[in-house]
């Protein structure tokens, strides 16, 4: 089983930028695909990126550009890093691992572990 940890979120106004971190606890993490996912009071769970066990990535179109995925294998961290925040990413964002398939993906059913979540708000 693979545990995983986010930190890093909080208030932040538009334009702004924050860093998560996710620490994955037991389990081979170099050979877990991961991904970060994302939901809005309300609103379905929604992928926003992911990357594959050899490192390849994949964005959703609402964050192409302003996120960024990366994974460092030595200190078992999964990172998201956000520039040009605005209004609409406002959401408890969750990073997710699973040990199934090779490539990345942004749908919650490829996906066997999930962390608690860290709240990211960003103010107009």
């Known amino acids: 089983q693979v545990f995983l940890q986010e930190s890093g979120g909080g208030s932040v106004e538009a334009g702004g930028s924050l860093n998560l971190p996710c620490i994955s606890t037991?389990?081979?993490?170099?050979?877990?695909?991961m991904g970060w996912f994302r939901q809005a009071p309300g609103q379905e769970r929604e992928g926003v990126t992911s990357?594959?066990?050899?490192?390849?990535?994949t964005y959703a179109p609402s964050v192409e550009g302003r996120f960024t995925i990366s994974k460092d294998n030595i200190k078992n961290t999964l990172y998201l890093r956000m520039h040009s925040l605005a209004p609409e990413d406002t959401a408890t964002y969750y990073c997710?691992?699973?040990?199934?398939?090779?490539?990345?993906?942004?749908?919650?059913?490829?996906?066997?572990?999930w962390g608690q979540g860290t709240q990211v708000t960003v103010s107009s």
């Open positions: 997710a691992a699973s040990s199934r398939g090779y490539g990345g993906s942004l749908l919650t059913t490829e996906y066997d572990d």
């Open positions: 990357m594959s066990i050899i490192g390849e990535s």
């Open positions: 037991l389990g081979p993490f170099r050979r877990l695909r």
